[in-house]
């Protein structure tokens, strides 16, 4: 298990690789604390190795650019840690594109259960790999932000730079 920090213009995140994969990127905050403990805990007796230092030095890289506004995708190994329906939920996120948001309700629809709104709002906030996995793009019903392990603060601005990332990209087509 290999762990560096990054710091965005939202403030700190931390990174884990575990066996070539990414396994963790969230906030360094107190309401993300038990992710990273959980994490932790799974990986506690295993090495440092050079290719979980490789995960973490492109990981970097690419959150560089998607805080640039130069990446709209990731392309980075990772490895889901959780349940199966958390899983499914996590899988699921990856298909909201970036720059646009959809609502909880929309995503248990998608899911094929409408009526498990909670349970799904429950699994975006046991999301493991904040950014990456884009449970930020998950808004409620009102259209207002809804929750945000981070903290709402920093999913309006994760929002807010995909919505200008989006827009630069269209006046400059034109």
């Known amino acids: 298990m290999n762990k560096c920090l990054f710091s ?3 403030g700190p995140l931390l990174l884990i690789a575990h ?8 906030w360094v905050t107190s309401e993300c ?3 990273q403990i959980h994490i932790e805990k799974l990986f506690q007796d295993e090495k440092e ?6 995960v973490l030095n492109e990981t970097t890289r690419q ?4 805080f640039s506004g130069l990446r709209l995708e990731f392309d980075i190994p990772l490895r ?3 349940t199966d329906f958390q899983k499914k939920v ?4 990856n298909l909201t594109p970036y720059g646009t948001t959809i609502t909880y309700k929309e995503l248990s629809r998608r899911f094929g259960n409408p009526k498990a709104i909670r349970a799904i709002a429950q699994a975006c906030g046991a999301n493991p ?3 990456i996995v884009p449970c930020h793009r998950i808004v409620s019903s009102n259209g207002k932000s809804g929750g945000y392990t981070g903290g709402v603060d920093k999913k309006i601005v994760l929002l807010s730079l995909e919505r200008t990332t989006i827009n630069n990209n269209n006046h400059q087509r034109e």
């Open 90 to 93: 996590w899988n699921l996120l």
């Open 8 to 10: 965005s213009c939202c």
């Open 129 to 131: 790999i904040s950014i």
């Open 49 to 54: 190795t050079t290719e979980d230092q490789k």
């Open 63 to 66: 959150l560089k650019e998607y």
């Open 19 to 26: 066996q070539e994969s990414l396994v963790y990127c969230n």
């Open 80 to 82: 889901l840690i959780g």
């Open 33 to 35: 604390q038990s992710k």
